[in-house]
Structures are given as C-alpha cells and as structure tokens.
C-alpha cells in the first residue's frame, strides 16, 4: 500500500517535469471525446433504433469510455506489467525483479495502480469535468450509482491488470510478444464495450462476451453511470468483475509462481 | 557470515535438433547438454571481510553470486548466508544483503533515481530517519546530488552504478555482493567507487564480496581472494600469498593473474 503510495507520488512529480505531455494528453481526451460525441449524435440522428438508448446517455457512455481509456490504454504505461515484463526480459534485467523482497505481482500492481491512480486524479478528472461543463456529459442518477461507478472502476482495472499480467508471463514461453499484444488489444477493444456497448450486439455475441471477463473492464461501470442497471443488478455485476478479479490474479500469482521456479533452476 | 559447501550448478542447455521435423522434435522431446558452471566449491567468508572473486569470463563468477543471492537454486550442495539458506528463506534474505551487477541496472528504468529510491525504501520497509540518514551520506560520499532526479536511463555508466551502490545499501544490509562493479567505469569513478566500497566496509562492517578483472581493484581493495576456474577453485587466500605461489614479492599482479589463467587452462 505504501508502495502504491509512492508509486502515485512519483507518477505526479513526473506529471510536473513533463508537463506539456501532460496537457496534451488532457488536450487529445477532450477531442476524442469529441469526437465520439459527433459519431454518436449522427448515428442518432439516422436512426434512434440504431443506438438503443437515449442519445445524452449514449453520448455519456461513450465519452467516459474515452476518459478512462487513458488510464487503462495498456502501451501507454511503462508501468504496465506486460511492457515491464517484456521489457526485462529482453534486456535481461529479470533477474534484478528476483533481488527484491516484494512479489513480482505486487510489485508491478503497486506500481501500476499508483500511475492509474495518478491518471484517473489528474487525468481523467480534468477531462470528465470539462466535458460535463462543455460537452453535455451527464451525471449519474444517484449518488449510489456514482459511488459504485467508482468502485467498479477499481475493480475494472484490477481485472485489467491481471489480464496484461498474464500477457506479461507469454513473453517468458515466447520473446516475442507483439502478435500476441495486436490480438489481444484487438480482443479488448471488441469485446469490452469500450467502443461499442455489448447491447448493440446480436444475441449470440452478447452470450458469448457475457461469459468472459473482458465486458467487466469498460461496460460494466459505464453502464452503472448512465444508470443503465438497476440497484439489484449493480451489486450482482460488482460481485461479477470481484470473482473475475480475484480468479485473474490467483491465475497470474500461479503462473508466475512457475516461471520463477523455472528461472531460479535455469537461470535468466 | 557466508559458507559454501561442495556447491554445484549445472545448466541444461537445449540442444538443437537435427533432420527432419527438428522444432517438432525440439517440442515433443527436447535434449539437453549439461554445462557446469560451479562444479564443487567450498569457502567460508567471515562477518566484516572483503574478498575478491576471481577469474576468467565463463568462469562462474556470475553464477555464484546468483546462488549466494537466492535468485538461483544450486544443483547441488550447501549455501548460508547469514545463517539462512537463500534460495529458501528468500524474503528474509534479500532483506540482509544488497547486491549489485555491474552489467545491468536493478533500478526502474524510466524512473528518476530519488523515486527508486523512495520506492525501495518501502519495500525494504526503511524507516524515515535511516533512510534519510543513509541519503545524505550516500549523496555526499557517491556525489549523487547531480542526478538524482534524472531516469536511470540517461545516465552514464559511472553514474548508473553509483546509483545502483547507494540503492543496494539503502537498508543497510549485513552483506553486499558485487558483481564487476567497475567494468567500463573510468578511472577517476573507478578510483571512487573503491573508496565508497572501502568504507562502507570498513566504517560499517558490511561483509563484501566482489568479482573484478580489475588487477588494481584487487591490490587496492581487497586482502583475500578466492580464484575460480571451469567452476572450481585455484586459490583461496591472502593477495600476499598469492604473490609468493606464482612469482615473488615484486611480481606484477597482472602477470600473476596470468599465470594462474594459463595454468587453470591446462588442469581444465
Ligand atoms: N542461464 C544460463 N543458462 C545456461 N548457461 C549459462 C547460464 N548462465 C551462465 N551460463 C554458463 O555458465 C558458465 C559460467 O557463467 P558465469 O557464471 O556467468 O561466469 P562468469 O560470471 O565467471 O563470467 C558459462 O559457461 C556460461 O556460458
Ligand atoms: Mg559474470
């Protein structure tokens, strides 16, 4: 927790020395979002049907999948436990992650959850305020279903994290992981709901992305916001994304368990 | 204190396949060559010594410093470092000991080096006196000052490894292992490390081990050094005897080095 801490710390002072990166980033969500605004209103305006809901909730829903795009855009990190991984073991430097007294897994969530942390204060705050100033962004129903938009949030990432981490653990079979990251990133791009709501999909795919893990990372707490779910639905998919969480990371711990007994007798 | 018994470490190197369908072959049943990097050593190091390790390149220098760090698991034998096996009780361990490789860094790449070092302090879980303590004085003796807030990796070698040095000692462990510390450093840095490490184990009574091609980091550093060839040791002893076995008083050191080399070369 203090690491996080620290973690978070480090990624601000960081902010402060780059700090035209940083407005810029600011700069580009407010124009995504704009973007997607646009998209969003002319396809309403074609057909109503097309979209599925009311065009402000859909305009929300979008705009805050871009929002917290930026915090959990997977390349954008060098926190990212998938691009630390590959990285050290390209360069040989694992055997270095072994020195410290921490898991690896922890580590690297430490790590990543200060810099998410970072992004969704600093980042993903600006953003969503301006947009619900100027971009007609609007708020959640109540302030129970801000509260576990939140928590979901939390969740979402946590469930994304352990995801990239067991990305992470293919670069120790294969070195070269970037195939793997296209698919993947393809992967969630689909079938996460952060381009596109899985309501919009035909029945057989909406089954299909109910049972895997992805729709918890952006569907699940957008949907939440724009009140999509009713209360007895919100804390059934909270207790959702906590299994698929919890399940992700015990997977990762396991994995990683056997590659490190692997490199404690092999060697880096 | 450290003790060695008859420690071994075989790698198993896969062995290319020939004729047809050799990477399926590879898969199915891969072969194995067996390399011995440590092939039987035996030593004690005391509380508060400083030795040199010594030989050629493939030695397994290298590899023992692994095993003796607990990020390698022996083939075979016994190892105790403060009276804890490493490779077993690996938490503990990595608490009491700093180690540094002078061919890679084990700071965060991208990270300036004070947040490193803010990040290590909770992990190592150093209280704030000691570590401020322990800044200043590291600061002022490895002249840290000028880059602490640069990334590791936009500094120069002398500069990485000073940083390394101080992020090694920051929870001020019992033991501290080297590996060729001073490679491509340049002379004035070298002659400064030397000092730093000198100090550290004379003011502080850290017990060190250190490889080194360096002639003059052997005359000036250390008083025993233990020379390893093909995984087995030559020599054990006082840098004064070493001079009387193969030369006489006044021989040039590096000749000496080379003698044993050559002669080494033959048994092997
Ligand atoms: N991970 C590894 N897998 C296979 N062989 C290795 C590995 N690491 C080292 N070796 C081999 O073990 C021997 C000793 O290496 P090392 O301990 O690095 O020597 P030194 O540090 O003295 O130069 C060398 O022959 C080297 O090729
Ligand atoms: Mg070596």
Redesign the interface.
């Known amino acids: 927790m203090k690491i996080f801490a620290k973690c978070l710390h480090t990624e601000r002072r960081s902010a402060g020395l780059y700090r035209t990166d940083f407005l810029l980033k600011v700069l580009y969500s407010m124009i995504a979002m704009y973007g997607v605004r646009s998209l969003w209103t002319a396809l309403y305006a074609q057909d109503p049907a097309i979209v599925g809901r009311p065009l402000p909730s859909m305009i929300t829903y979008a705009m805050l999948a871009v929002a917290l795009d930026i915090i959990f855009y997977p390349s954008a990190l060098s926190t990212a436990p998938q691009n630390y991984i590959s990285q050290q073991v390209r360069t040989g430097r694992i055997d270095t992650d072994l020195l410290r007294p921490v898991d690896l897994q922890q580590q690297l969530l430490a790590r990543n959850g200060g810099a998410a942390a970072f992004g969704a204060l600093w980042l993903v705050m600006p953003a969503w305020l301006l947009s619900v100033l100027f971009l007609g962004m609007e708020l959640p129903p109540s302030l129970f279903h801000g509260a576990a938009f939140l928590f979901s949030g939390v969740l979402s990432f946590l469930i994304l994290f352990s995801l990239n981490f067991l990305l992470g653990m293919v670069c120790f079979v294969t070195t070269e992981i970037r195939q793997i990251t296209m698919a993947y990133s393809g992967i969630l791009t689909i079938l996460s709901g952060k381009l596109i709501p899985n309501w919009l999909y035909p029945e057989w795919m909406q089954a299909l992305i109910n049972v895997l893990p992805f729709r918890c990372i952006f569907e699940t707490p957008l949907s939440i916001y724009i009140g999509a779910v009713g209360n007895y639905e919100i804390l059934c998919s909270l207790v959702l994304q906590a299994a698929w969480a919890g399940i992700l990371l015990l997977l990762g711990k396991i994995m990683w368990l056997g590659v490190h007994r692997r490199l404690a007798v092999q060697g880096g | 204190m450290i003790t060695v018994k008859n420690l071994r470490k075989t790698?198993?190197i896969a062995k290319p396949q020939e004729g047809r369908f050799a990477t399926l072959k590879s898969l199915v049943r891969p072969r194995y060559e067996e390399r011995r990097a440590v092939d039987g050593i035996d030593f004690t190091i005391n509380d508060g010594e400083m030795v040199g390790y010594i030989g050629q390149n493939g030695a397994g220098k290298s590899?023992t410093i692994?095993m003796l760090?607990g990020?390698?698991?022996p083939t075979a034998g016994e190892v105790s470092v403060n009276g804890l096996t490493p490779?077993k009780d690996?938490?503990?361990h990595?608490?009491g000991i700093g180690?540094v490789?002078g061919q890679?860094?084990?700071l965060?790449?991208?990270?300036?080096v004070i947040?490193s070092l803010?990040?290590l302090?909770?992990?190592?879980r150093v209280d704030d006196a000691r570590f401020r303590k322990n800044l200043e004085m590291f600061t002022d003796l490895l002249d840290l000052g000028p880059f602490l807030?640069q990334p590791v990796r936009q500094l120069s070698l002398g500069q990485r490894v000073r940083a390394d040095l101080a992020a090694a000692l920051m929870h001020d462990p019992k033991t501290l292992f080297l590996d060729e510390p001073t490679i491509g450093v340049d002379v004035i840095a070298k002659e400064r490390l030397r000092e730093f490490i000198t100090e550290i184990n004379r003011e502080r009574g850290v017990t060190v081990l250190l490889t080194t091609h360096d002639v003059v980091d052997m005359e000036k550093m250390v008083k025993r050094v233990i020379v390893i060839n093909a995984g087995q040791i030559l020599y054990d002893g006082s840098m004064l005897g070493l001079r009387e076995r193969y030369g006489g008083e006044d021989a040039d050191i590096e000749d000496i080095v080379r003698e044993i080399y050559r002669e080494g070369g033959k048994t092997a």
């Open positions: 790698y198993k590899t692994k760090s990020i390698l698991v490779h690996r938490r503990e990595l608490r180690v490789f890679k860094t084990s965060w790449w991208d990270v300036p947040d803010n990040i302090k909770e992990m190592y807030e």
